[in-house]
C-alpha cells in the first residue's frame, strides 16, 4: 500500500548472521501480507530481496535488498540485510533508514560476532530493537537455549513476548503472552489461527505474562512503583510501557516462528504494528545548518522542511545509477528540484519508485518516514543529504569502514586499465567499503575491502558488469632503504666525443638522519669550485636517484646529502652533467654507508571478547608484533600493538578464525623500522629475480 501519513509507516530491517535465515523470514513477511505466491519467492522461483546473480549462485545476500507490504492499514517497508562477515558493514547503512531493528535468532541458541556487531550500530543509532527467533519447528530448537543466548552474549535485557508451543516435529504455534492468546499452525503454506491457550499450558502462558509485567515495570520508575504496590499492571499499561520500552532501547521483546514455513510472521507484523514506533514517533533526525554550523533538528512530519538521506546505490550498466533515499521530514513530488547538501549542488528527482526487488512502483511523491529510490541523479552517492535549498540540513555520513585486506589487480588484457579504474569507482558508488587506490611506488591499482570474499565479488561483479577481467597478488610493502654511517665519495662524468665533451666532478657527504627525517642537501661549496647554476642540478640528479635504492630499488630516506667541493669546465660542463654526476657519486657513497632496509609498522588495535584475548595476544607476537598495552572496551578488550605491515596483509580471515568472527581491528601507519637481516636477504634476493624478470 502506498502511505502518506507517517504515523502509517514501519521500515523493518532485518539483522542477524549469515545463514541464521533473514531473507526466508523476508519472504515470510511478504507471504503473510498476501504480496508473493505461496513459495514465498517470486514466479521465478527466485528471492524478492536477493537481486544479484552472485547472491543468487551463493544463495546468500551479500546486499541490502528492498520491497514493502500493507499490513492493518500500514505501510511495511521490508529491509533486508547480509549477515556475513564480509558483507555485514552493509546492515549499518540500512539501521539508517530503520523505525525498527529485527534481530533474527537461530532456535539453536547460537550468536555470533556479527549479531552483536549489528546491535551494537543500531543500539549507537538509537534504532529500537526486537529479536525474532526462527527456526522453531526444525530438530533441536530450544526456545529456552535462545533467549538464555541472546541475554547472555548481548547483555540486554530480553523479554518473551510469545513462547513456543512445542518444538521441531511437534512445533504447533505460539502463545502470545502481551494478548493472553495463542496462535496455532493451520496447514502447511503460513497460515495460523487465533485460539484459546491450550489448558495444559495455562500455568506456562500465565508465568510467562508475569516475566512479561515484570519485565515492563522495571524498565520505568513510575510503572514499578505501581506494580509493587497493586502487584500487576492494568492492560493498557503495560502495552504503554512496553511501547516506550522498545522505543528508548530498555527492552528486547523476543517473538518466534519458524521462517521457512512462515509461521509467526503474521503475529510478528501485528507486533511491529502495535508495539514497535511508527516513522512519525522516532526521534527528530539532527543534523548541521551548511552555512552556518548550527545544529538543526527536523522531526518526522510533512509539514517540515524535505529532507533525506541515500542510504545505498545501485549501479546497473544499463539502466545506470539507482539511489534509494530515506526521507527524514516533509514531502517531496516526483520530478522536482532538491538540493545535495553534501556536495553543494543541484539534482533533479525524476520518476520515484517503490522497490519491490528486481521490479519498481512508480510513486507521486515521498513523505517523511519513507523510503523510495529514484534514477540518474548526477553528482550524488552513498550517504549523501538531500533537502530543500532555502532551508538547508546536512545529515553526518554513514559509517564508514577501512579496508582490512588489500590485493594488487592487474589487467588479464593489456589496455583495461582505465577500464578497471572506471568500473571499480562505479562499484565504490555501490558499496563505499570498497577502497580502491594507485601505489605511488609501484603503479601497481590496489583494491582493499572488508575481507577476502568481499574483495572476490567485487572482481565477480566488475567483470559481469563492466566486461574486465583481473588477477588479484598481493600488494608489495612499502619498503624504504637508509643507510647507518657517514661516507663521502666522488661523483664523476667526463666524455670527450669531438667538439663539446661532458665533465663534472661532485664531492658528496651523506649521513643518516633521524627515523623520518626525510631528506635533506645542504651546499657547501665555496670559492666558485662548482658554478652556482650548477648547484641546483646536483641536488634534481641526488632526488631522482632517491627514487630507486641501491639495496632492492626501493625509496631512499633520511639521509642528509652535502656537496661539499666539486670541479668544473668553462666549457664542457653542463647540467645534465652534473646530474648525472651527482647521481653517480651518490649511489658509490651510499653503498658505503652501511645501508638497510626499512619496513612500515602499523599501529593495530584489536578489540576481542576476553576469551579470545590470550589466542590473539599470542597471534601478535607471532607476527614480530609488540603489544604496547590493553584497555577494556564495553564488554571487549582492546589488544594495541606496534606490528609491521608485512604480517598482517592478511590479517581478516585469521582474526576471525581465533575470534568466531566476534573480533575487530583498526589499523593504520605509524613509523619505519629496520627490517631484521635474514628478511631483508629475502626481500632484496626477490627484488633482484623481479629485475632481472622485467
Given at each position: 500500500?502506498?502511505?502518506?501519513d507517517?504515523?502509517?509507516?514501519?521500515?523493518?530491517v532485518?539483522?542477524?548472521?549469515?545463514?541464521?535465515?533473514?531473507?526466508?523470514?523476508?519472504?515470510?513477511?511478504?507471504?503473510?501480507?498476501?504480496?508473493?505466491?505461496?513459495?514465498g519467492?517470486?514466479?521465478?522461483?527466485?528471492?524478492?530481496?536477493?537481486?544479484?546473480?552472485e547472491?543468487?549462485?551463493?544463495?546468500?545476500s551479500?546486499?541490502?535488498?528492498?520491497?514493502?507490504?500493507?499490513?492493518?492499514?500500514?505501510?511495511?517497508?521490508?529491509?533486508?540485510?547480509?549477515?556475513?562477515?564480509?558483507?555485514?558493514?552493509?546492515?549499518s547503512?540500512?539501521?539508517?533508514?530503520?523505525?525498527?531493528?529485527?534481530?533474527?535468532?537461530?532456535?539453536?541458541?547460537?550468536?555470533?560476532?556479527?549479531?552483536?556487531k549489528v546491535?551494537?550500530?543500531?543500539?549507537?543509532?538509537?534504532?529500537?530493537?526486537?529479536?525474532?527467533?526462527?527456526?522453531?519447528?526444525?530438530?533441536?530448537?530450544?526456545?529456552?537455549?535462545?533467549?538464555?543466548?541472546?541475554?547472555?552474549a548481548?547483555?540486554?535485557?530480553?523479554?518473551?513476548?510469545?513462547?513456543?508451543?512445542?518444538?521441531?516435529?511437534?512445533?504447533?504455534?505460539?502463545?502470545?503472552?502481551?494478548?493472553?492468546?495463542?496462535?496455532?499452525?493451520?496447514g502447511?503454506?503460513?497460515?495460523m489461527?487465533e485460539?484459546?491457550?491450550p489448558?495444559d499450558?495455562?500455568?506456562?502462558?500465565?508465568?510467562?505474562?508475569?516475566?512479561?509485567?515484570?519485565?515492563?515495570a522495571?524498565?520505568?520508575?513510575?510503572?514499578?512503583?505501581?506494580?509493587?504496590?497493586?502487584?500487576?499492571?492494568?492492560e493498557?499499561?503495560?502495552?504503554?510501557?512496553?511501547k516506550?520500552?522498545?522505543?528508548?532501547?530498555?527492552l528486547?521483546?523476543?517473538?518466534?516462528?519458524?521462517?521457512?514455513?512462515?509461521?509467526?510472521?503474521?503475529?510478528?507484523?501485528?507486533?511491529?504494528?502495535?508495539?514497535c514506533?511508527?516513522?512519525?514517533?522516532?526521534?527528530?533526525?539532527?543534523g548541521d545548518?551548511?552555512?552556518?554550523?548550527?545544529?538543526?533538528?527536523?522531526?518526522?512530519?510533512?509539514?517540515?522542511p524535505f529532507?533525506?538521506?541515500?542510504?545505498r546505490t545501485?549501479?546497473?550498466?544499463?539502466?545506470?545509477k539507482?539511489?534509494?533515499?530515506?526521507?527524514?521530514?516533509?514531502?517531496?513530488?516526483?520530478?522536482?528540484?532538491?538540493y545535495?547538501?553534501t556536495?553543494?549542488?543541484?539534482?533533479?528527482?525524476?520518476?520515484?519508485?517503490?522497490?519491490?526487488?528486481?521490479?519498481?512502483?512508480?510513486?507521486?511523491?515521498a513523505?517523511?518516514?519513507?523510503?523510495?529510490?529514484?534514477?540518474k541523479?548526477?553528482?550524488?552517492?552513498?550517504?549523501?543529504?538531500?533537502?530543500?535549498?532555502?532551508?538547508?540540513?546536512?545529515?553526518p555520513?554513514?559509517?564508514?569502514?577501512?579496508?582490512?585486506?588489500?590485493?594488487?589487480?592487474e589487467?588479464k588484457?593489456?589496455?583495461?586499465?582505465?577500464?578497471?579504474?572506471?568500473?571499480?569507482?562505479?562499484?565504490?558508488?555501490?558499496?563505499?567499503?570498497?577502497?580502491?587506490?594507485?601505489?605511488?611506488?609501484?603503479?601497481e591499482?590496489?583494491?582493499?575491502?572488508?575481507?577476502?570474499?568481499?574483495?572476490?565479488?567485487?572482481?565477480?561483479?566488475?567483470?559481469?558488469k563492466?566486461g574486465?577481467?583481473?588477477t588479484?597478488?598481493?600488494?608489495?610493502?612499502?619498503y624504504?632503504?637508509?643507510?647507518?654511517?657517514?661516507?663521502?665519495?666522488?661523483?664523476?662524468?667526463?666524455?670527450?666525443?669531438?667538439?663539446?665533451?661532458?665533465?663534472a666532478?661532485a664531492h658528496?657527504?651523506?649521513e643518516?638522519l633521524?627515523?623520518?627525517?626525510g631528506?635533506?642537501?645542504?651546499?657547501?661549496?665555496?670559492?666558485g669550485?662548482?658554478?652556482?647554476?650548477?648547484?641546483?642540478a646536483?641536488?634534481?640528479?641526488?632526488?631522482?636517484?632517491?627514487?630507486?635504492?641501491?639495496?632492492a630499488?626501493?625509496?631512499?630516506v633520511?639521509?642528509?646529502?652535502?656537496?661539499?667541493?666539486?670541479?668544473?669546465?668553462?666549457?664542457?660542463?653542463s647540467?645534465?652533467?652534473?646530474?648525472i654526476?651527482?647521481?653517480?657519486g651518490?649511489?658509490?657513497?651510499?653503498e658505503k654507508?652501511?645501508?638497510v632496509?626499512?619496513?612500515?609498522?602499523?599501529?593495530?588495535?584489536?578489540?576481542?571478547?576476553?576469551?579470545?584475548?590470550?589466542?590473539?595476544?599470542?597471534d601478535?607476537?607471532?607476527?614480530?608484533?609488540?603489544?604496547?598495552?590493553v584497555?577494556?572496551?564495553?564488554?571487549?578488550?582492546v589488544?594495541?600493538?606496534?606490528?609491521?605491515?608485512?604480517?598482517?596483509?592478511?590479517?581478516?580471515?585469521?582474526?576471525?578464525?581465533?575470534?568466531a568472527?566476534?573480533?575487530?581491528?583498526?589499523?593504520?601507519?605509524?613509523?619505519?623500522?629496520e627490517?631484521p637481516?635474514?628478511l631483508?636477504?629475502k626481500?632484496?634476493?626477490?627484488?633482484?629475480?623481479?629485475?632481472?624478470?622485467?
Amino acid at each position: 500500500m502506498d502511505a502518506l501519513d507517517p504515523a502509517r509507516i514501519r521500515n523493518v530491517v532485518l539483522i542477524g548472521h549469515g545463514g541464521v535465515g533473514k531473507t526466508t523470514l523476508a519472504e515470510a513477511l511478504l507471504l503473510a501480507a498476501g504480496q508473493t505466491n505461496a513459495a514465498g519467492k517470486t514466479s521465478e522461483g527466485t528471492s524478492n530481496f536477493d537481486t544479484e546473480p552472485e547472491e543468487e549462485a551463493r544463495g546468500s545476500s551479500m546486499f541490502t535488498g528492498f520491497h514493502h507490504l500493507g499490513w492493518r492499514d500500514t505501510a511495511v517497508n521490508v529491509v533486508d540485510t547480509p549477515g556475513a562477515n564480509a558483507f555485514v558493514h552493509d546492515a549499518s547503512n540500512a539501521l539508517r533508514a530503520a523505525t525498527t531493528a529485527v534481530l533474527v535468532v537461530s532456535s539453536a541458541g547460537e550468536t555470533r560476532g556479527e549479531d552483536e556487531k549489528v546491535l551494537r550500530w543500531a543500539q549507537e543509532d538509537g534504532v529500537p530493537r526486537i529479536a525474532f527467533v526462527t527456526g522453531m519447528d526444525r530438530e533441536r530448537a530450544d526456545f529456552e537455549l535462545g533467549l538464555k543466548a541472546l541475554a547472555e552474549a548481548l547483555e540486554q535485557k530480553t523479554v518473551a513476548i510469545q513462547v513456543p508451543i512445542g518444538a521441531g516435529e511437534s512445533f504447533r504455534g505460539v502463545i502470545d503472552a502481551l494478548h493472553r492468546k495463542a496462535w496455532l499452525v493451520q496447514g502447511e503454506k503460513g497460515q495460523m489461527k487465533e485460539a484459546e491457550i491450550p489448558a495444559d499450558l495455562a500455568d506456562e502462558a500465565q508465568a510467562a505474562r508475569e516475566r512479561l509485567m515484570e519485565s515492563v515495570a522495571e524498565s520505568d520508575d513510575a510503572l514499578l512503583e505501581k506494580y509493587l504496590d497493586a502487584g500487576e499492571l492494568g492492560e493498557d499499561e503495560l502495552r504503554a510501557g512496553l511501547k516506550t520500552g522498545i522505543a528508548s532501547g530498555a527492552l528486547l521483546p523476543v517473538l518466534c516462528g519458524a521462517g521457512e514455513k512462515a509461521y509467526g510472521a503474521g503475529p510478528l507484523l501485528d507486533f511491529l504494528v502495535e508495539a514497535c514506533p511508527s516513522a512519525s514517533e522516532i526521534a527528530p533526525a539532527v543534523g548541521d545548518d551548511p552555512k552556518s554550523g548550527d545544529e538543526v533538528k527536523r522531526a518526522p512530519k510533512s509539514s517540515e522542511p524535505f529532507s533525506a538521506q541515500i542510504v545505498r546505490t545501485v549501479i546497473d550498466p544499463f539502466a545506470g545509477k539507482l539511489s534509494v533515499l530515506r526521507v527524514f521530514s516533509g514531502e517531496v513530488p516526483a520530478d522536482s528540484s532538491v538540493y545535495n547538501a553534501t556536495k553543494r549542488s543541484k539534482e533533479k528527482l525524476g520518476h520515484l519508485f517503490k522497490l519491490e526487488g528486481r521490479k519498481h512502483t512508480q510513486v507521486p511523491k515521498a513523505v517523511a518516514g519513507d523510503i523510495v529510490a529514484v534514477a540518474k541523479l548526477k553528482d550524488a552517492s552513498t550517504g549523501d543529504t538531500l533537502c530543500d535549498e532555502k532551508t538547508q540540513t546536512y545529515y553526518p555520513q554513514l559509517r564508514s569502514f577501512e579496508a582490512a585486506m588489500s590485493f594488487a589487480l592487474e589487467a588479464k588484457t593489456k589496455g583495461d586499465e582505465d577500464k578497471i579504474m572506471t568500473g571499480l569507482q562505479r562499484l565504490q558508488e555501490e558499496d563505499p567499503a570498497i577502497h580502491l587506490d594507485r601505489d605511488a611506488q609501484s603503479k601497481e591499482i590496489i583494491l582493499g575491502g572488508v575481507g577476502q570474499l568481499h574483495i572476490e565479488m567485487a572482481i565477480e561483479r566488475l567483470k559481469r558488469k563492466f566486461g574486465v577481467e583481473v588477477t588479484l597478488s598481493a600488494p608489495k610493502v612499502p619498503y624504504r632503504e637508509t643507510i647507518r654511517a657517514k661516507a663521502q665519495a666522488e661523483g664523476k662524468l667526463k666524455k670527450q666525443t669531438g667538439g663539446h665533451g661532458q665533465f663534472a666532478l661532485a664531492h658528496l657527504e651523506i649521513e643518516p638522519l633521524p627515523r623520518g627525517g626525510g631528506f635533506e642537501f645542504v651546499d657547501r661549496i665555496v670559492g666558485g669550485a662548482i658554478p652556482r647554476n650548477f648547484i641546483p642540478a646536483v641536488e634534481k640528479g641526488v632526488v631522482e636517484t632517491l627514487r630507486s635504492g641501491a639495496i632492492a630499488g626501493y625509496p631512499v630516506v633520511d639521509v642528509r646529502v652535502i656537496l661539499y667541493d666539486g670541479k668544473h669546465h668553462d666549457v664542457d660542463s653542463s647540467e645534465m652533467a652534473f646530474k648525472i654526476a651527482a647521481s653517480t657519486g651518490f649511489k658509490a657513497a651510499f653503498e658505503k654507508a652501511r645501508p638497510v632496509l626499512l619496513e612500515p609498522i602499523m599501529s593495530l588495535d584489536v578489540a576481542v571478547p576476553d576469551e579470545a584475548m590470550g589466542d590473539v595476544i599470542g597471534d601478535v607476537n607471532s607476527r614480530r608484533g609488540k603489544v604496547q598495552g590493553v584497555e577494556p572496551r564495553g564488554h571487549s578488550q582492546v589488544i594495541k600493538a606496534l606490528i609491521p605491515m608485512s604480517e598482517i596483509l592478511t590479517y581478516a580471515p585469521d582474526l576471525n578464525s581465533m575470534t568466531a568472527g566476534r573480533g575487530s581491528f583498526h589499523v593504520e601507519f605509524s613509523h619505519y623500522e629496520e627490517l631484521p637481516a635474514h628478511l631483508a636477504e629475502k626481500v632484496v634476493r626477490e627484488a633482484k629475480k623481479g629485475a632481472e624478470a622485467t
